[in-house]
């Protein structure tokens, strides 16, 4: 995570859950540690925690508030947990490569781009934020793949027709 100092959120009980949850990140090796039987035989480290599918539901919509204002800052470390404890949930994956894009980390945010779409390959915005992640470390012709498998996948898809028109602009703007 960024090691810039930021301004906790505004509202309280959101900053003491940024809090918390980043202070759980500093312990996860020690809890992952806890959990590898188990999760190596299959099961999820929310699941061994008793964490409900509404308390992941409930943290995603604290974190899809945060990424709407722009605090991309304090949505990470939600969404690096909701990642870990639902590692099976494209949405987690996508969103906490959002905020690490947002954030300037770019290679790390295209690893999570590329598990998203190992997660749902037809994830057309994953393509496209990977491609974006791509071009900016200078990997241009594996940008310009992903930009046309965003085209493919959103083609014909009327709530995709914006991505469509970005992938194929960020295509043309490759030929040249």
Do not use: W
Request: charged share 20%.
């Amino acid at each position: 995570m960024p090691s810039t100092y930021c301004y906790p959120p505004a509202d309280s009980d959101i900053a003491a859950l940024v809090k918390q949850l980043t202070t759980s990140l500093e312990n996860m090796p020690t809890v992952l540690e806890h959990f590898d039987q188990s999760m190596q035989e299959g099961a999820t480290l929310g699941e061994l925690r008793g964490i409900t599918v509404a308390e992941l539901q409930a943290l995603y919509k604290i974190a899809c508030k945060l990424c709407n204002d722009g605090a991309f800052e304090h949505a990470l470390p939600i969404s690096l947990q909701l990642m870990l404890h639902a590692p099976a949930d494209s949405r987690y994956t996508f969103q906490a490569g959002s905020c690490l894009q947002r954030l300037g980390e770019f290679k790390h945010a295209a690893i999570l781009f590329a598990r998203t779409l190992d997660l749902k390959s037809d994830e057309a915005a994953a393509a496209y934020r990977l491609g974006e992640c791509l071009l900016t470390i200078d990997r241009l012709l594996e940008a310009k793949a992903l930009f046309e498998m965003a085209v493919e996948l959103s083609r014909g898809k009327f709530h995709c027709r914006d991505l469509f028109e970005l992938a194929e602009a960020r295509i043309l703007s490759l030929q040249h």
